[in-house]
């Protein structure tokens, strides 16, 4: 049984930067895509970030050039860099393993229902 904690999430002003880590416990086989995903209040869980067992990347474009998805094969296998955060990434973040899947069609997909989630962390950025 997989289980994934997220953490490094808080409250930053636009412009600033925050780094979250994906704790994981049980097997996390290295075929596994892992991902970034969140949800912002009366929004639908979108796809943020992911990265193939090949380390294929794959973004949504609303962060492209500002979030770095990368992983390890230790104890937090799995972190996201972001940086000049704006008030519109405001969300709970939530990391997620899946097999089968490639990263960029579950980035698309999200399939909320499918693998191993999280219970998230909070963003919240000011103006």
């Known amino acids: 049984q997989v289980q994934l904690v997220e953490s490094g999430g808080g409250s930053v002003q636009a412009g600033g930067s925050l780094t979250l880590s994906c704790a994981a416990s049980?097997?996390?086989?290295?075929?596994?895509?892992m991902g970034w995903f969140r949800q912002a209040p009366g929004k639908e869980r979108e796809g943020v970030a992911t990265?193939?067992?090949?380390?294929?990347?794959s973004y949504a474009d609303s962060v492209k050039g500002r979030f770095t998805i990368s992983k390890d094969n230790a104890k937090n296998p799995l972190y996201l860099q972001m940086h000049v955060l704006k008030p519109e990434d405001t969300a709970m973040y939530y990391c997620?393993?899946?097999?089968?899947?490639?990263?960029?069609?579950?980035?698309?997909?999200?399939?909320?229902?499918?693998?191993?989630w999280g219970q998230g962390t909070q963003v919240t950025v000011s103006a």
């Open positions: 997620a393993a899946i097999s089968g899947v490639d990263g960029h069609t579950w980035l698309n997909l999200v399939l909320s229902d499918v693998g191993w």
């Open positions: 990265i193939d067992s090949d380390g294929t990347t």
């Open positions: 049980g097997y996390i086989h290295s075929s596994y895509c």
